[in-house]
């Protein structure tokens, strides 16, 4: 299923109205060379748990607490790759609900040249998925020492995305088919909190698969209003579960969904700029477009057929049944043009 509204968190992010938080007492961050000596290389366990574990129960002041120790990381692994640069990343960390330039952050200088401030959008501190936040601070800090430091302008983001995502993954790392494979294996054993965890480290799998910025947030126990044929949904970027995912005993039935949506999300960021006809075929059908040739899925499922015919559908289906076949299992409905019979 895929909501109109979907869209990627970014521009939920971006989009997301601007509140004034009390971000407490301005961090001090030491000097990078100084810093890179306790730091560098390293995640430090505090920062790993904050992230991982904490993040959603964290409050304001925490948030811009583990976000400070994100940044004073990223500085001391920068710095730490020995440019001859002095130049120190962001000093102080100010949550803000200034958007100067029309841009999401900015940094001042200090009279020695070297970035001393760095003013985000404090909606950005507001989002649960600590995962975004990571990816988000990561490539913003890059982008700010390789101009400030290494005078790179760095043409596009790619390299900034990239070492985000490297950072990102030491905290949440992807897991190995393997594990996901055990998961399955033991799913009668797990209870509503364990099935979670497993889904959400499933969904990291696929992220990486399609090669997503970051994996998006999946909220579990969603009401279900009704208007989905599924046991799931893509909305404004994120995977709404039901509640019968987690009761649901066949485990490749729920990796299957959870693929099916993140595929939805894959084809979302495809088609901001199809490169081919299937990507064309999607944006024409993508339910958000104006005219969109998508047939919704009727009430009582009569037009089934029809609908598992939408571009995306189908597309998502297969992508779904891929990695279903690749976790060795061979269940399932079948769907037509369906190639893994
Ligand atoms: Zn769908």
Same mark, same amino acid.
């Given at each position: 299923?895929?909501?109109?509204?979907?869209?990627?968190?970014?521009?939920?992010?971006?989009?997301?109205?601007?509140?004034?938080?009390?971000?407490?007492?301005?961090?001090?961050?030491?000097?990078?060379?100084?810093?890179?000596?306790?730091?560098?290389?390293?995640?430090?366990?505090?920062?790993?748990?904050?992230?991982?574990?904490?993040?959603?129960?964290?409050?304001?002041?925490?948030?811009?607490?583990?976000?400070?120790?994100?940044?004073?990381?990223?500085?001391?692994?920068?710095?730490?790759?020995?440019?001859?640069?002095?130049?120190?990343?962001?000093?102080?960390?100010?949550?803000?609900?200034?958007?100067?330039?029309?841009?999401?952050?900015?940094?001042?200088?200090?009279?020695?040249?070297?970035?001393?401030?760095?003013?985000?959008?404090?909606?950005?501190?507001?989002?649960?998925?600590?995962?975004?936040?990571?990816?988000?601070?990561?490539?913003?800090?890059?982008?700010?020492?390789?101009?400030?430091?290494?005078?790179?302008?760095?043409?596009?983001? +790619?390299?900034?995305?990239?070492?985000?995502?490297?950072?990102?993954?030491?905290?949440?790392?992807?897991?190995?088919?393997?594990?996901?494979?055990?998961?399955?294996?033991?799913?009668?054993?797990?209870?509503?909190?364990?099935?979670?965890?497993?889904?959400?480290?499933?969904?990291?799998?696929?992220?990486?698969?399609?090669?997503?910025?970051?994996?998006?947030?999946?909220?579990?126990?969603?009401?279900?209003?009704?208007?989905?044929?599924?046991?799931?949904?893509?909305?404004?970027?994120?995977?709404?579960?039901?509640?019968?995912?987690?009761?649901?005993?066949?485990?490749?039935?729920?990796?299957?969904?959870?693929?099916?949506?993140?595929?939805?999300?894959?084809?979302?960021?495809?088609?901001?700029?199809?490169?081919?006809?299937?990507?064309?075929?999607?944006?024409?059908? +993508?339910?958000?477009?104006?005219?969109? +040739?998508?047939?919704?899925?009727?009430?009582?499922?009569?037009?089934?057929?029809?609908?598992?015919?939408?571009?995306?559908?189908?597309?998502?289906?297969?992508?779904?049944?891929?990695?279903?076949?690749?976790?060795?299992?061979?269940?399932?409905?079948?769907?037509?043009?369906?190639?893994?019979?």
């Amino acid at each position: 299923m895929v909501t109109p509204q979907a869209q990627v968190n970014a521009n939920q992010i971006a989009n997301a109205s601007i509140k004034t938080v009390s971000a407490g007492t301005p961090l001090n961050f030491p000097p990078a060379k100084n810093a890179a000596q306790e730091l560098r290389k390293q995640i430090d366990s505090t920062l790993k748990e904050n992230f991982e574990n904490r993040w959603t129960n964290l409050s304001t002041n925490g948030r811009y607490q583990a976000v400070g120790q994100l940044l004073m990381h990223v500085q001391s692994d920068l710095g730490g790759k020995d440019t001859g640069c002095d130049v120190p990343l962001p000093r102080q960390f100010t949550p803000s609900e200034i958007q100067k330039n029309g841009n999401d952050y900015y940094y001042e200088f200090d009279d020695a040249r070297g970035v001393k401030v760095l003013h985000i959008n404090s909606a950005w501190l507001e989002t649960t998925h600590a995962q975004e936040v990571i990816q988000k601070m990561a490539s913003i800090a890059h982008k700010i020492y390789n101009r400030e430091c290494n005078g790179i302008m760095q043409p596009d983001n +790619t390299a900034a995305v990239n070492y985000a995502k490297d950072i990102r993954e030491k905290i949440f790392p992807v897991p190995s088919i393997d594990s996901i494979k055990k998961n399955c294996a033991n799913w009668a054993n797990l209870n509503a909190p364990a099935r979670e965890k497993a889904i959400l480290e499933f969904s990291r799998y696929i992220a990486s698969d399609l090669g997503l910025n970051y994996p998006p947030n999946v909220r579990f126990n969603v009401s279900n209003d009704g208007s989905q044929g599924g046991n799931a949904c893509v909305r404004d970027g994120v995977v709404e579960c039901f509640p019968e995912v987690l009761t649901e005993n066949n485990p490749y039935r729920v990796l299957e969904l959870i693929a099916h949506e993140m595929r939805h999300i894959y084809q979302e960021e495809r088609i901001k700029n199809p490169q081919n006809d299937t990507e064309r075929a999607w944006a024409a059908n +993508t339910p958000s477009t104006p005219n969109s +040739t998508y047939v919704r899925l009727n009430a009582d499922q009569s037009n089934l057929d029809a609908y598992e015919r939408n571009a995306i559908e189908m597309d998502s289906n297969i992508y779904a049944r891929k990695i279903r076949r690749l976790l060795g299992d061979t269940g399932g409905r079948d769907f037509p043009g369906n190639p893994y019979k």
